[in-house]
Structure formats: C-alpha cells, structure tokens
C-alpha cells in the first residue's frame, strides 16, 4: 500500500513540475464512471491557497458540465446623430450564467484531485478532478447521459506532448455532440486569458446551437397545421432566445509561443432536443394560442408536438 501511494504522488510531483502540457488538459479524459473537469489558479503567497483556489475553479467546471445555462445576447439599439435619416446600429454581446448551489455543494462533498501541473514561467496551478457518476444520479434529480460522459468523436482527437491538439485545427464532428472552439489572447493574468477562451468557447457553442435551432422551429412554423403562423413563430423567436443548459468543456491549449488560449465547449444532441422540446411545450402552455378548432389545448400540444420531434431529429444529423 506504501508503495502505491508513494507511486500516485511521485507522478503527481513529476506532473507538477514538467515542461510539457499535460495531456489531460489538452483532451479531457473520458469515463463513464466519471465526469470530470480542470481548474486552474494564479499563484498566491501560500501553495495551500493556489491549490485550493484551483480545485475549487475546478468544482465549478464540474457544476457547469451538469447544469448550466449559458446564452449570448445581441442587443441593437439606435444612435440619434441629428439627421432625421441617420443613425447608427450597435451590437452587444453578454455572457450569461446559472450554477445550482446545490449541486455545488453535493460535488465538494464527493470529488477527487486526481493531478495537478503547474506551468513553468508563469507559475499559474492546473488541477484534474473528478466526481462520480453515480453520486450525482443518485443524489440528485440530474440524470447523467453516457454522451456526457464519453464521444467516440473526442477520443479519437489527438494530443501529442508540446504540440497543437488536433481540435484546434478541425472541430470533432460527433453523432452525439455539437463542438466549438474558442480563443482569447494573452492576458497579463494567465486565469483571466483561460476564463475569456473558455468564455468565447461556450458563447460560439450557443450561437452555432442557437442558429440551428431557430432554423428549425421556423421550419416548424410554416409548416405545422395545429397554430396560425403568427402564433408559431412568436413560439419559435421565445424558445431560440432562451436559455440551453449543459455546455461542457473538454480541451484546452495554452499557445507556448504566442501565450494564447483556446478551449474546446460541446453540447450533447439528446439533451439539446429535449430541452428544446420541454422549452416549446411550456411556452404553449402558459401562453395558449386562440383556439378556433375548439379541441382541448393538450391534444392540440400533442399534434404540434408530434411535427416539432420530426423537426427536431435532424439535430440527431451532424
């Protein structure tokens, strides 16, 4: 038992410290025992205080893979600049999140540091973590799906030591997740840099889903023969716009030369279609259309429904 132990911490002293960038924080390794997630922390006076800020960016990580809510939001307004006529359009970007504390909670509880690395110039501290599965399903009300766990897609993506992950160049193209790589570039504060690439990741995720799913609830809309036109699409302009839980991220790269960052975010398809659907069948629900068929509002659902899944299925395609 010495022996193994002695063994576990000479590789987490020998990850520590080494020049290369990990592999695990290139490609998450993948289980479907665990979920895992990567912290990171600036350094501080005491390493007790660097380790412990980074395992606990980390149990955030794990927090937002399970249950997030993550939307962009592009806000236009006009710009009087004294012609009648002239004007100017702006656009704005926020970045939005929701973390359950509950779930928080239930994760402090039951992780484990499995490594650390701590890059060479700028001192900033990485950690793995990982939570079981089983834990989480049967704590809580979350459900974990085996795609959150493993995609064939990101297993095949390579990361050879000092060199770019293959995911940088080309995005996986997965039967089970949609992916998106974001980038942000050097920062005096090395955490700030990987918070803006992680950011810009999930943010280029949900405009790719986004435009997807209004793509396909405007289909929906012109051509479904439950509601009028005008009613469906207000249906479909609410649902695009909210909010889509479930963004995880599973690469990342620190550019040696240049000190950019870039991050790998993915969503899983099943999850998507069944937020989409339960989004659409609450919106009808709360806001009922005028009803001129005089059938009973839930059989009307049902048959909107039903066109909705034949829409919604083609985000099953990659």
């Given amino acids: 038992m010495k022996l193994k132990v002695l063994s576990v911490l000479t590789f987490l002293f020998v990850s520590s410290y080494s020049q290369v960038q990990p592999s695990w924080l290139s490609v998450l390794p993948q289980s479907r025992d665990y979920i895992y997630a990567v912290g990171v922390s600036s350094p501080y006076f005491y390493p007790e205080t660097t380790k412990a800020k ?6 955030f990580e794990i927090a937002r893979t399970i249950e997030v809510g993550v939307s962009v939001k592009q806000i236009n307004w006009f710009e009087d600049t004294g012609s009648l006529f002239s004007g100017i359009s702006h656009f704005k970007e926020e970045y939005e999140e ?6 928080m909670s239930l994760i402090k509880e039951n992780f484990e540091l499995v490594s650390q690395w701590q890059e060479p110039k700028s001192k900033i501290l990485y950690v793995l973590v990982r939570v079981p599965v089983k834990v989480i399903s049967s704590d809580t009300s979350y459900s974990i799906p085996e795609e959150l766990t ?3 897609a990101l297993a095949e993506v390579s990361s050879v030591g000092g060199k770019p992950p293959s995911w940088i160049y080309k995005v996986p193209v997965s039967d089970v997740a949609i992916y998106a790589v974001g980038g942000a570039d050097r920062h005096f504060d090395p955490a700030e840099t990987r918070k803006k690439a992680i950011q810009n990741a999930r943010a280029e995720l949900s405009r790719i889903v986004s435009l997807r799913i209004q793509n396909l609830l405007d289909n929906w809309s012109y051509g479904n023969k439950v509601f009028e036109l005008g009613y469906s699409m207000r249906v479909s302009r609410t649902v695009s716009q909210a909010k889509l839980r479930g963004s995880q991220i599973v690469g990342f790269w620190i550019d040696p030369k240049t000190g950019a960052n870039y991050a790998l975010a993915r969503m899983y398809r099943k999850g ?3 937020q989409v659907r339960q989004m659409t069948a609450n919106v009808i629900k709360q806001n009922p259309p005028e009803n001129k068929q005089g059938k009973p509002i839930e059989e009307l659902l049902n048959e909107a429904l039903q066109q909705l899944d034949r829409e919604l299925e083609k985000l099953n395609k990659k």
């Fill in 98 to 103: 929701e973390i359950d504390t509950l779930l």
């Fill in 54 to 59: 980074a395992i606990e960016d980390a149990i």
């Fill in 272 to 274: 998507l279609i069944a």
């Fill in 150 to 152: 493993y995609d064939p």
